[in-house]
């Protein structure tokens, strides 16, 4: 039972790791990551926070997936609803607990912002570690290449370009100007599944360890 608990809480621990690093990102103020833009956008337009327009977004994204799939459409995808909830009261919580976090320098803000990226790569890497669930944006780009049978990479790049244009727009719409998308999401787009990936490969050797009956396999 511990065992089959094992890769679970890994995963919700790297969910938890994802949303301090969103909430670094969003705190540096150069911008968010592309996944949480839009949020983030009607965030500073709407009295809801940045959590919950995430859950909001996630659940259209979930929905989004539904028509996509049909009948691939499976009860497992159903696992995001919880994992969407969860995340988004996660970055309403590192919101709070990063909230010394107020750069005033550019040097400081794009240092934040830095460290933030490292921090969602690591989180990233260990939901990709568990391998239990995915988060709705990465399951919506997954059911795109079920059905479409794109190249996963491309149409990841894609989304993200699509969610920063679109958020772009939702601000000109609701506030006049450009506020929430700025270099900073673009450096989190480029250097955030770069982390992960390099992760991936330098901690290799951790699998066998946590999940040693896959090395016997």
Known sequence: MQEKLKPYLIFFIGLFINSLGVAM???????????SSIPYVLSLNF?????EFTIYFSLLLILLQLF??????????????????AFGYFIDLSMILLNFVTPISYLSKFFYLLI?????GFGVYAEVFANVAMLPGESFVRAVVFVWHTEFGVTKIIFDVSMTILAGLLSFIFAGQLLGVREGTIIAALFVG????LLG????????????????E
């Open 25 to 35: 990102i969003t705190k540096a103020n150069l911008g968010t990551s592309p996944i």
């Open 47 to 51: 009295s809801f926070t940045l959590g």
């Open 68 to 85: 996509i799939l049909r009948k691939n459409f499976k009860l497992e995808h159903f696992l995001q609803i919880p994992i969407s909830i």
């Open 116 to 120: 933030g990226c490292a921090i969602l």
């Open 194 to 197: 770069f982390i992960a990936r």
């Open 201 to 216: 490969h330098w901690l290799a050797f951790l699998d066998p360890i946590f999940f040693p009956k896959y090395k016997s």
